[in-house]
């Protein structure tokens, strides 16, 4: 696996550790978006895409996140769901929509993400700077020709 570019939005006066969305292409012909690079204890670290999962509300068919209280569709208050749990006994409130399968695709990724975040901090000090990530939509128009 290849990863052939790399676009970074520095995040500002995050009040969480969010340092920057990011995408990245692979083998010039796979987008990965909303990945996010979070300042860790021991560096940042590279958060991969993910949903909140959801349960039915009993009433209205409604899909909502576990944590919420009230249904977003009818109102009505929700019993306190049990999410799913992972294979450490955790409770899961968040499903990874894409993720690596192994470290070593896991840390490849966090290295060149890592780099593009370092380099694309010195690019925005510079006069006229324009973030790549959201002009994404770009690569999208020209496949639909
Ligand atoms: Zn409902």
């Known amino acids: 696996m290849t990863i ?10 995050s009040a ?29 670290f ?9 349960a039915h509300c009993r009433s209205c068919g ?9 249904c977003n569709q009818c109102g009505v208050q929700l019993p306190e ?3 799913p749990r992972d294979g450490d006994g955790r409770l899961r409130y968040y499903a990874d929509i894409a ?3 192994n470290a070593a695709c896991r840390e490849a990724i966090q290295h060149r993400v890592v780099q593009e975040y370092e380099a694309e901090l010195i690019r925005a000090r510079e006069p006229g700077y324009v ?4 002009a994404i939509g770009d690569e999208e128009h020209r496949m639909r020709r």
């Open 81 to 83: 769901g049990a999410p």
């Open 16 to 44: 969480e550790r969010l340092l920057a969305f990011c995408s990245i292409t692979i083998d010039g012909v796979f987008v990965v978006r909303d990945m996010k690079l979070i300042a860790g204890p021991s560096g940042p």
């Open 131 to 134: 973030s790549r990530y959201d």
């Open 99 to 101: 993720h690596p399968i």
């Open 4 to 13: 052939t570019d790399v676009r970074v939005k520095i995040i500002e006066h």
């Open 46 to 54: 590279v958060a991969m895409p993910s949903r909140k999962l959801c």
């Open 62 to 70: 409604h899909k909502n996140p576990f944590k919420a209280s009230f």
